[in-house]
């Protein structure tokens, strides 16, 4: 924990919980308002990035769309994509630059909202209150593993994405993967580079193409305006905050993902994983589905490029279009494991949202906390660097600066309506009415 920073007992105008890009963030757009705050984390900075990250691992958009406030990328490959260590670098210096008043190692164990209107947060090293709260711990907190893994043999290995590493961790022999989003897909290509033999089960995740007609897709939509657009343009707002990401990979230089292509050369596809009886396994038969929505999607991104290029009259050169690799001869819907020698599984199934800890009642259904843009219709209240919170880059280091200026100016002005309000105690109360604080 800091030393220039103490807990138990001390009152906050504002608590920042999280530590990560989109705390960091929050704390920079507060410092240069003037606002007093702390900002806790529950481990040291770049956590999640150091500690639940794969070797190998890449970002999958453009260096230059790293853009935390007063810190853009400066290095030298701004077309580039930034390995694990590179991006949990990213994040240290980002702390060296503006210094926050960050307390690390520490857990927030409860938040709830006294009657007084203060929040009271208990946490390892103390309870203490504030005015004001970001939430900014994410999205991803629980490893989501499915109930049929404890029907697995004993025999087998098991390990949720967030703890591979490298293909040596794993016992030798086959490995089965299940799950097609970015991490899967990733990780069965981390595998099959290392000569081993993968068998992946495939979701329903799209894909899109890295590069199209010159440049990176990424570069495309951002110009077209695709990554400014709010989630209020969308009518289903609630869905498209539940997209999967498109799978694509920025190791060496960036490439597509092609799972026929990987089928092509040895990979082992099926569909998605129903069921698990001792050695047995069972996958639905919507492999071909899966695959071809997700050509058509990354071909639809690649209609609208077109449609730019030709409505801007960019003189972009002409590409021709992806033709299938690999196509199923059938729908495999089973699979031995010991038959087919597989000794190891890595469940790339997700993260489950965990909030429990915060008793107040801004969640929906789901768990989902609902907000406007991060504000809460709990006064002083807000979450920060939620997927789609406003815009695609809401939860990644394209935009989640952008989202914590807004909340900084909101948490300002709230700031400076209490102080007017407590600078008219005792005041007549004709004079109080008369004031726009509300």
Not at 8 to 20: D, S
Not at 321 to 330: H, K, L, N, S, T
């Amino acid at each position: 924990m800091s030393a220039a920073v103490r807990l138990a007992g001390a009152h906050f105008p504002v608590a920042v919980v999280g530590g990560g890009q989109a705390g960091l963030s929050m704390s920079y757009c507060l410092r240069r308002r003037g606002v007093e705050h702390v900002v806790i984390e529950a481990h040291r900075v770049a956590h999640e990035w150091r500690e639940r990250r794969w070797d190998t691992f890449c970002l999958v958009t453009p260096n230059w769309q790293c853009k935390l406030p007063g810190f853009p990328y400066r290095g030298d490959h701004p077309d580039g994509f930034m390995v694990r260590d590179e991006i949990v670098r990213y994040l240290e210096d980002y702390v060296a630059f503006f210094r926050p008043p960050l307390v690390e190692g520490v857990a927030v164990t409860r938040l709830r909202r006294a009657a007084s209107g203060v929040f009271e947060l208990s946490t390892s090293e103390g309870d203490f209150t504030t005015d004001q709260v970001v939430v900014a711990t994410g999205p991803y907190h629980t490893p989501s593993v499915p109930r049929m893994a404890e029907r697995l043999p004993e025999g087998i290995a098991q390990i949720h994405s967030s703890r591979y590493r490298h293909p040596a961790q794993l016992p030798d022999g086959a490995v089965l993967v299940v799950g097609t989003g970015q991490s899967g897909c990733q990780i069965a290509e981390d595998l099959h580079l290392a000569g081993r033999q993968v068998h992946l089960a495939v979701g329903s995740a799209p894909r899109v193409a890295r590069f199209y007609r010159g440049r990176d897709c990424v570069a495309w939509l951002d110009d077209m305006g695709h990554y400014a657009r709010s989630i209020d343009e969308f009518g289903d707002a609630d869905a498209v905050r539940m997209r999967v990401n498109h799978y694509v990979t920025g190791r060496d230089g960036g490439r597509d993902i092609d799972l026929r292509a990987f089928a092509r050369d040895g990979m082992r596809l099926y569909g998605r994983l129903t069921r698990i009886r001792g050695t047995a396994l069972e996958f639905a038969a919507d492999l071909k589905a899966n695959l071809d929505h997700a050509d058509a999607v990354a071909e639809g991104i690649k209609d609208a490029i077109d449609a730019y290029i030709a409505g801007q009259d960019i003189p972009a050169p002409r590409e021709t279009r992806y033709v299938p690799v690999w196509e199923p001869a059938e729908q495999p819907g089973h699979l031995d494991l010991e038959a087919a020698g597989i000794t190891s599984v890595v469940w790339s199934t997700g993260f489950r949202r965990d909030h429990r800890w915060v008793e107040i009642p801004v969640f929906d259904g789901r768990g989902y906390p609902m907000h406007r843009r991060g504000a809460t219709s709990t006064p002083g209240l807000y979450f920060l660097g939620l997927p789609w919170q406003y815009s695609w880059g809401s939860g990644r280091f394209e935009a989640v600066g952008r989202d914590a200026e807004f909340l900084a100016d909101h948490i300002d002005a709230s700031r400076r309506t209490a102080d007017v309000c407590g600078a008219l105690t005792g005041a007549p109360a004709e004079l109080a009415a008369a004031l726009p604080i509300g």
